[in-house]
């Protein structure tokens, strides 16, 4: 969360001194980051449903292609 934090600070400055470029590109950075802690969020909620055995199961054995 520091970082997502650190972000929209540096957003927010960005958009005070119109600065646009930065402004996107700390946009950017901010949505990033926040899908990145969504994905894991889930993968950690499906380990509590689930068990961790069933999850890795998931990732384990071969492919039928």
Do not use: P, T
């Amino acid at each position: 969360d520091v970082l997502v934090d650190d972000a929209r600070h540096c957003r927010a400055q960005a958009g005070e001194v119109g600065d646009i470029g930065s402004r996107k590109l700390f946009e950017g950075i901010v949505l990033d980051e926040e899908g990145h802690k969504a994905w894991l969020e889930l993968q950690l909620d499906l380990i509590d449903r689930l068990g961790e055995a069933v999850y890795s199961a998931r990732f384990v054995g071969g492919s039928e292609s």
